[in-house]
C-alpha cells in the first residue's frame, strides 16, 4: 500500500556506467518530483512533471534524463555516473504543480541510496 | 524564492516542549510556510502548514507573526520517536527547495 514507491533503494555503481531508478505514486496525483539529498542533508529540487510534461528542469547536467509513461509513473536515468552523482534520491508527488497554496503536501518515497564507485 | 534560516541542531529530553524557529524575511506575499519531519532513510513527510497568525494539528503548532518574516514550529511534550530532521520551506506554486533543516534529538 506504499503510495509512493522508488526502486531500486541501494544502488552501487562504477564510474561511467548509465544507471536507472523507477518510482510509481499509486495516489491518483498528476505532479512528481526527483529531488537530489546530499550528505549535508540540503534536498534539491531536479525535475517536476505534470500530467507527463515537464515543468521544471533545474541545473541539471544533461545526463540526467527523467522520463513520464504515464502521471503515475516518473522514472530517471543517469548516464556516465560521476563520483558526485553519490546521493539519495527522493521521488515525491503531490495533488498539485509545486504542492500547491492549499495543502502544500508533498509525499515522498523512501529514497535510492546511489553509490558510485 | 524566499530564502529560510534555521538552527542547525536542538537537543531536547522527553516531554519537553520544542520549539524551532525559521526566518524568512523576503517571503512574498503568496507565500505559505510549510514544514517537513525527516527520519534517518525516510522521506520526508509534511507536518504542517500556515499562512499567518496560528495553525494547530494533532502532531505540532505553527506561529506566524503578523510581520510573516519568521515562523516557530512547536512540537508539545516530545517523545524519543520526535528525534529527527526539521525542514521549513516557505514558497508557493512551483518549487520548494529545502534547505538543511534542523536536526532535534530527544533523550531521555
Known amino acids: 500500500d506504499t503510495a509512493v514507491s522508488q526502486t531500486p533503494k541501494y544502488l552501487v555503481t562504477q564510474m561511467g556506467n548509465d544507471k536507472s531508478i523507477k518510482c510509481e505514486q499509486n495516489?491518483?496525483?498528476?505532479?512528481m518530483y526527483w529531488y537530489k539529498q546530499d550528505s549535508k542533508k540540503f534536498l534539491k529540487i531536479m525535475f517536476s512533471?505534470?500530467?507527463?510534461?515537464?515543468?521544471i528542469n533545474e541545473t541539471v547536467p544533461n545526463r540526467f534524463s527523467p522520463k513520464s509513461p504515464d502521471k503515475a509513473h516518473l522514472n530517471l536515468h543517469i548516464n556516465s555516473l560521476e563520483l558526485g552523482d553519490s546521493a539519495v534520491y527522493f521521488c515525491a508527488s503531490s495533488q498539485e504543480a509545486g504542492g500547491g497554496p492549499n495543502t502544500g503536501e508533498l509525499f515522498f518515497g523512501e529514497g535510492s541510496r546511489l553509490t558510485v564507485l | 524564492l524566499a530564502k529560510t534560516t534555521q538552527p542547525i541542531s536542538m537537543d531536547s529530553y522527553e516531554g519537553q516542549e520544542v520549539n524551532i524557529t525559521c526566518s524568512h524575511n523576503?517571503?512574498?506575499?503568496?507565500?505559505?510556510i510549510t514544514w517537513y519531519q525527516q527520519f534517518p532513510s525516510q522521506g520526508p513527510r509534511f507536518i504542517i502548514q500556515?499562512?499567518?497568525t496560528k495553525v494547530t494539528n494533532e502532531v505540532a503548532s505553527l506561529f506566524i507573526p503578523a510581520d510573516r518574516k519568521s515562523s516557530t514550529l512547536s512540537l508539545p511534550r516530545v517523545s524519543l520517536s520526535d528525534t529527527a530532521v526539521y525542514y521549513c520551506l516557505v514558497g508557493s506554486w512551483g518549487k520548494l527547495q529545502f534547505g538543511a533543516g534542523t536536526q532535534v534529538v530527544v533523550t531521555p
Open positions: 512533471y505534470n500530467n507527463k510534461e515537464l515543468i
Open positions: 495516489l491518483g496525483h498528476d505532479t
Open positions: 500556515g499562512y499567518k
Open positions: 523576503n517571503i512574498a506575499t503568496n507565500d505559505y
